[in-house]
């Protein structure tokens, strides 16, 4: 049975999270500039009641390492599913743009964004990194209900009847390289409902030690995000730390 994250890890978020985007400041500041000739373009979905500034640790790493990296540009994400076909239109527009696929990384519930769109298009998807994103249930205990309450007056998420057959299929393996990252000590969701039931040689759970507010900034997950980024297909193979 999946249980809520422990009341210490909630309570000690935000400064666990303030201390791991302090640690990597470092290493944002000591990475080397590099040019890329790599043409897929990277685009970041941020998470619940974040914007495109809340994943700027992420976007200046890979910037910095020559890669063309876009936010979602839809503002703050407030679990609006009506962003979804704005969103899509976005991955559509970036493809055309790099004539590339499309590296698709989301934070928590732009994972779950991350998901549906690859999902979707995958023609135009080269992967999905999952940072925290609870996809295998969504309405699992966490303390993010407390958010989903003040969003809607209920703990769950009201799930309109057009998109609850995707949303009961987002634990379905996508047909792509798809690397979900997880913390035991994240304090929002339950870790367990962020990865995948079966790994293989496409489809990678990777646990890191982190906060699930700083999971955007944490310097494993950085380091991840520039591997996964920097591989080309024709030389997947799984993560290694």
Same mark, same amino acid.
């Given at each position: 049975?999946?249980?809520? *994250? ?9 400064? $666990?999270?303030?201390?791991? !985007?302090?640690?990597?400041? !470092?290493?944002?500041?000591? %990475? ?14 941020? #998470? %619940?009641? =974040? ?7 992420? @976007? ?26 704005? %969103? ?12 590339? &696929?499309?590296?698709?990384? #989301?934070?928590?519930? #732009?994972?779950?964004?991350?998901? &549906? ?37 209920? $703990?769950?998420?009201?799930? *309109? @009847? /057009? ?10 393996? $996508? ?11 994240? #304090? ?7 990865? /995948? ?32 980024? =920097? ?8 993560? /290694?730390?």
């Amino acid at each position: 049975m999946v249980k809520k *994250p422990p009341l210490i890890y909630f309570l000690t978020e935000l400064v $666990r999270g303030l201390w791991d !985007r302090m640690r990597s400041m !470092r290493y944002r500041w000591a %990475l080397p500039a590099a040019e890329s000739t790599d043409p897929h373009p990277v685009l970041i979905i941020p #998470g %619940l009641l =974040s914007d495109d500034a809340s994943t700027k640790p992420l @976007r200046q790493v890979l910037q910095r390492r020559g890669f063309q990296v876009y936010g979602w540009g839809l503002g703050r994400n407030m679990a609006k599913l009506t962003d979804l076909e704005a %969103l899509e239109a976005r991955l559509v527009q970036l493809y055309n743009k790099h004539q590339a &696929k499309v590296n698709i990384i #989301g934070w928590s519930l #732009g994972g779950i964004y991350a998901r &549906k769109i690859a999902a979707d298009h995958p023609e135009l998807t080269k992967q999905i990194i999952t940072l925290g994103s609870p996809y295998q249930d969504i309405n699992a205990p966490s303390w993010a209900t407390y958010t989903v309450k003040f969003l809607w007056g209920t $703990r769950e998420i009201i799930i *309109p @009847r /057009e998109h609850q057959g995707w949303i009961s299929d987002l634990g379905i393996a $996508r047909p792509l390289p798809t690397t979900s990252i997880y913390s035991r000590q994240d #304090g929002i969701v339950p870790w367990d409902c962020c990865t /995948e039931d079966v790994q293989d040689e496409w489809h990678q759970n990777i646990e890191v030690s982190s906060s699930h507010t700083s999971m955007i900034a944490n310097v494993d997950v950085l380091k991840i995000c520039l591997d996964r980024v =920097s591989t080309a297909i024709e030389d997947w193979a799984p993560y /290694e730390k």
